[in-house]
């Protein structure tokens, strides 16, 4: 377990995808991806593609990891959409606002566990079966 | 085979307006545009799109008639008592123009993306004013261009290119221009810039009193601020005060890190400051391509911007009271109306518990997460592709967004679907 | 609809009617000659005064700095709100009212034709947006030029027809109703930062001064026969000693006048009558320029009055409002306009106990007062820059009534008193010269010939006050004056019932005035194509998307322009 920093975000990816539509492989893909730095990725002793899972007071969900030099050593970056937001908080200090970015989360390796399918994901979370 | 130019794109702020776009038998085949978004946006809308109305039986969405999805529409938001009416970013002025009047019949709460996206930007500009321009000032003269929290490489694609550092202007060419990046992170749009500067996650604030120091003078005792080196500070500050014409673009690095509408306050002080030695303007990074049109709209209509409450029968605005994170969070909502926005997706886990455990109605022409969760489903047409409607660009330049092929039948835009949503509340209303 | 309005004591100037008992009657939307008493509509106004509902020729209601105003003073609303009420949507005022507020304040004030003075072409979309949204007044805007790239080149290479072609086709896309001129080049020498601009100096990078601007616009204005004169906002506003840029700018065009034609109107003019070197020698110099309109009548003005208390001051000046922005180091905005103009708007406290706020307040009134023409003097607030407009009727009261000037003088700084001249002055208006200067004056200097008066034929735009003109002595009873018109007893529209009473009981939408502006076709088909090319390289947007279709404006209303002169 590491204590990383989060930050959520825009990508060009997630953009196009969710022209795409929201349940496009393209976007759920992209969306479930968090990002680390190769050097980060080696200490915690995973690979790019392998699960991960990502704590914060708020939350806990499973994402795929994959490597990227544009992520500042120590952060973990992921694209805003459903599962990033499983990680957020509600507090907004009266201006409206959460808190999207530089939120305290641990990391660790998470072999055996899979990413969820986003449809399972919004049931457990948030009810109403389909 | 027909060719529509000057098409206005219907993606995010830039609201760039030189896409052409082939169609043939009522449907778009090609479009020669500049960007990957745009691009998708006008090939694939149709993709995950829906063009039922749904409704929710036994914990499934069923097709039913338009009809009978107004009807549940308008008795939801009559029979509750404090419904919120939230997205709007991404329609056009005329349907914002009637869910406000919407909004205000039923003595809800209407609030838009904003209130996630650059409501702390709105904040700072009502704590000290907006030092602006057009973007057009911009291509004109800038020669120091700062991209502050903001990635237009990903989130703009085009913003450089047609409006800044890569555009050539009346007194200025791109070569004649400088480009500095602040980020946490190297994004990509900081490979192509003059100097990049890594700041530490939630310091921005400390950044920019720093920049401030440096540029009135004064002496900073430490050897970094925020993880920068003090040199590099001093570099930055350099730039500042000897351009000719500079802009400080700034995105939801400022607006979402800790601090929020603080960063804010500090980057307009900045800018402020910035006028004594030379001209300098400040602009936010909208997002969707029709947010600052939902912030211009309620405000005139409304005098407030976003996050306002009609419930006792007129405007009131209290961010962090009357704001959808809040409203929701608290539970203060007991119904909520989704148009052109996708919450499930976009709001934190809490926020969307309660959004998810009442009533909940979604206008969108795609098959958002929002619409999956939804009772009740209205598909409507796009903006800018299906529908005509107006827009207004990052800036606050207006345009009208062209309608480019016919909806599919049946498939009403946002402005017509609310139209009839009131005027059934208002027969509701008056059969009481 | 039929109605005969009897027993008024009707106040008709265009028709030379003072306060004479008449009936008025109203058929379909218009004043007639007469109608069948059995059919109309019979509403009893005996005792009252009955004016042609008010006509507003600068104020300050629509557009992106408007918004930027609202928007960025939350605190202008909090304690100023409209509840939602049968016919009237909910809104907010104090200075910067939303939409519909302000059409429904206007309408109870008796004002039933508002027009908005300045739009950056660029953003006039949203302009109509606004004007859109305002219920019950007739209104249009003034497109700005005097800032433009555009027509500062024409005009420095002596391209008037071009100029002209230009403008004709810009004011008929755009839907725009007169030429506008805000401190000419000096918002494009503000866009390289630099703050003051001289009437003679050389503009930065286009080689002309503002004279030749205001000049080349005034022969352009007659070449295209607008049916306003060219309406400008002096260079160095606000800044003491600028009395003289004022007249230097009034005296410019004077060559370029025939017959008795106002061929400039200079605006807010209570703004740019001052002397002195600094705020601490500032003073009143209206006098000078009162002499000087008094002795000019191709020059038309209005005051631009200020009001103790909060507001918003908001104006294409920019580098004025920087300026403003300094000395009060409070919020600022800025909105610089590619290509075109820009903005600027600073909330402003005008403080009774403050010297220069004073003498300010002493200059508007100055300027009603020494001018001796209410046909050329029009008055205003510069809404909401002197204050907002529903202080008119508190100005109306200081012009009627010495003695309501006298109270006010009592709680200004001596020396304020003492420096300037009004405390000398004895006249006081009568309900025609009001009359005058704000309906049929100002609807004869924006050429609206069915407006301002009650005239058979006339728009049935009617403002009834409960007060008797035969009874109340204005200068004794002011504070009955100032009752009267803040909430008109009866307000008609196109012979449509607006206001009982003080109610806003209706709100239908109100036309949108433009000019149908044309030159000739052989320089049209020459100019279009060159703007067209040069504006990939100007402006961010396409030509195509600068037009706005007429199916825009709720209700479009297209005038024709005059006969050229010359």
Excluded at chain 1, 2 to 25: C, P
Excluded at chain 3, 505 to 526: F, I, L, S
Aim: hydrophobic fraction near 40%; glycine fraction near 8%; proline fraction near 6%.
């Amino acid at each position: 377990m590491a204590k990383f920093t989060l930050l959520t975000g825009r990508s060009l990816t997630q953009g196009v995808g969710k022209e795409e539509g929201k349940f496009s492989e393209r976007y759920i893909q992209e969306v479930s991806t968090c990002q680390i730095d190769p050097e980060d990725l080696k200490i915690l002793n995973l690979k790019p593609g392998e699960c991960v899972r990502l704590t914060t007071e708020y939350g806990s969900v499973v994402l795929r990891v994959a490597a990227s030099t544009l992520v500042h050593r120590g952060c973990v970056f992921v694209p805003y959409g459903p599962y990033s937001n499983i990680l957020i908080g509600t507090k907004t200090g009266g201006t409206g606002m959460p808190n999207f970015k530089g939120i305290p989360v641990e990391v660790e390796p998470a072999p055996g566990e899979a990413v969820p399918d986003i449809k399972e994901l919004l049931v457990k979370t948030y009810g109403r079966v389909q | 085979m027909k060719v529509v130019s000057a098409v206005v794109c219907p993606c995010c702020g830039n609201l760039c307006d030189d896409n052409e776009v082939y169609v043939e038998d009522n449907k778009i085949v090609k479009v020669r545009t500049e960007c990957a978004v745009s691009s998708s946006k006008f090939l694939n809308y149709s993709k995950e799109r829906n063009i039922k109305p749904l409704v929710r039986v036994e914990s499934q969405l069923k097709p039913t008639t338009l009809e009978d999805a107004i009807e549940r529409v308008a008795r939801m938001l009559v029979e509750a008592e404090y419904p919120l009416l939230y997205g709007w970013s991404n329609t056009s002025c005329e349907a914002q123009k009637k869910g406000i009047e919407l909004a205000e019949e039923v003595g809800g709460v209407i609030d838009n993306t904003t209130t996630v996206c650059h409501g702390p930007s709105i904040l700072g500009v009502q704590d000290l004013g907006d030092p602006s321009c057009t973007l057009g000032e911009v291509k004109a003269r800038a020669d120091l261009i700062v991209y502050w929290g903001c990635n237009p490489s990903s989130a703009h694609p085009r913003h450089m290119k047609r409006y800044s550092a890569l555009t050539k202007g009346r007194f200025r060419a791109p070569e004649q221009r400088k480009v500095v990046v602040v980020d946490v992170r190297k994004t990509p749009t900081a490979r192509n810039a003059t100097l990049f500067i890594q700041v530490k996650p939630n310091q921005d604030y400390e950044l920019m009193a720093a920049l401030k120091m440096l540029l009135q003078n004064e002496e900073i005792e430490e050897q970094e601020v925020a993880g920068v080196p003090v040199e590099q500070i001093d570099e930055l500050a350099e730039l500042m005060r000897s351009c000719e014409f500079g802009i400080l673009f700034f995105g939801l690095g400022l607006t979402m890190s800790e601090g929020r509408d603080r960063n804010i306050d500090a980057a307009i002080t900045l800018v402020r400051e910035l006028n004594k030695w030379t001209k300098f303007a400040i602009m936010p990074m909208r997002g969707h391509y029709n947010v600052t049109g939902a912030n211009q709209v309620l405000a005139w209509q409304t005098g407030y911007p976003y996050a306002v409450d009609f419930s006792r029968g007129y405007p009131r605005y209290e961010p962090g009271d009357t704001s959808a994170v809040d409203v929701l969070s608290r539970g203060y909502n007991d119904a909520t109306l989704v148009v052109a926005s996708d919450p499930v997706a976009n709001l934190p886990k809490d926020a969307v518990k309660h959004l998810c455990s009442k009533p909940l109605a979604v206008i969108d022409p795609h098959m958002s997460i929002t619409a999956y969760m939804a009772d009740v489903v209205i598909p409507s047409a796009f903006v800018g592709i299906e529908a005509e409607g107006t827009a207004h660009r990052m800036d606050g330049v207006p345009l009208i967004l062209k309608k480019v092929v016919e909806p599919p039948e049946g498939v009403l835009p946002d402005v017509q679907i609310l139209d009839l949503i009131l005027k059934r509340v208002r027969e509701l209303k008056r059969g009481r | 609809m039929e109605y005969l309005l009897k027993n008024g004591y009707v106040v008709d100037p265009v028709n030379k009617i003072d306060c004479e008992r008449m009936d008025i009657a109203v058929k379909d939307g218009k004043i007639v000659e007469s109608v069948d008493e059995s059919k109309a509509k019979v509403i009893d106004v005996k005792n009252m005064l009955v004016m042609p509902g008010g006509v507003d020729l600068h104020s300050h209601i629509a557009g992106s700095k408007v918004n930027v105003g609202r928007l960025f003073r939350p605190e202008d609303h909090y304690k100023d709100y409209e509840v939602k009420s049968g016919v009237r949507r909910s809104g907010v005022g104090h200075s910067v009212p939303s939409t519909f507020t302000t059409g429904y304040r206007y309408a109870i004030l008796g004002y039933t034709t508002v027009f908005e003075p300045a739009t950056p072409p660029l953003k006039t979309l949203h302009t109509h947006d606004e004007l859109n949204d305002i219920p019950i007044i007739d209104k249009a805007c003034f497109p700005l030029f005097g800032n433009n790239w555009f027509v500062m080149e024409y005009i420095r290479d002596g391209k008037l027809e071009e100029c002209a072609a230009y403008i004709a086709w810009l004011m008929r896309s755009i839907k725009g109703y007169a030429i506008k001129v805000v401190d000419p080049g000096g918002v494009e020498a503000w866009k390289w930062g630099i703050t003051s601009q001289d009437f003679d100096q050389e503009i930065p990078r286009f080689g002309i001064t503002p004279r030749e601007i205001v000049r080349g616009l005034v022969k352009v204005n007659k070449m295209l026969g607008l049916p306003h004169p060219v309406h400008v906002h002096t260079n160095q506003l606000g800044i003491p000693g600028n009395y003289k840029t004022t007249l230097k700018t009034m005296d410019a065009v004077k060559d370029l006048a025939t017959g008795d034609r106002s061929i400039l109107h200079v605006t807010h003019v209570q703004f740019n009558a001052y002397g002195g070197v600094d705020y601490l020698s500032f003073s009143s110099h209206a006098d000078d320029i009162a002499d000087y309109v008094n002795k000019n009548p191709h020059v038309t003005i209005d005051i631009g009055q200020v009001i103790f208390g909060d507001t918003t001051t908001m104006t294409a000046d920019g580098p004025f409002e920087y300026k403003l922005f300094n000395l009060l180091r409070g919020k600022w905005a800025n909105a610089d306009v590619e290509v075109e103009t820009g903005a600027g708007v600073v909330p402003i406290t005008y403080s009774r106990s403050n010297y220069v706020h004073a003498v300010m307040w002493c200059i508007g009134l100055e300027l009603a007062l020494l001018i001796k023409d209410p046909w050329r003097v029009f008055i205003t607030t510069d809404h909401p820059n002197g204050g907002p407009f529903t202080e008119y009727p508190r100005v109306f009261s200081w012009l009627m009534s010495k003695k309501a000037r006298e109270r006010v003088l009592k709680r200004i700084p001596r020396l304020a008193r003492v420096r300037t001249n009004l405390k000398d002055i004895d006249r006081e208006y009568t309900f025609y010269e009001l009359a005058i200067s704000t309906r049929a004056a100002t609807a004869k200097i924006l050429g609206l010939s069915n407006k301002g008066h009650l005239g058979v034929g006339a728009d049935a735009d009617i403002a009834v006050y409960n007060i008797n003109p035969k009874e109340v002595n204005p200068s004794a009873d002011y504070k009955i004056v100032m009752q009267a018109f803040s909430r008109a007893y009866l307000t008609m529209k196109d012979g449509e019932i607006i206001v009982k009473d003080g109610e806003v009981v209706a709100a239908p939408v109100g036309r949108t005035y433009w000019v149908n502006a044309k030159a000739p076709k052989d320089v049209e088909d020459v100019v279009i194509p060159e703007v067209k090319k040069r504006f990939e390289e100007y402006y961010t947007v396409k030509f195509e998307n600068y037009h706005i279709p007429e199916s825009y404006l709720a209700c479009s209303a297209p005038i024709q322009p005059l006969e050229p002169l010359g």
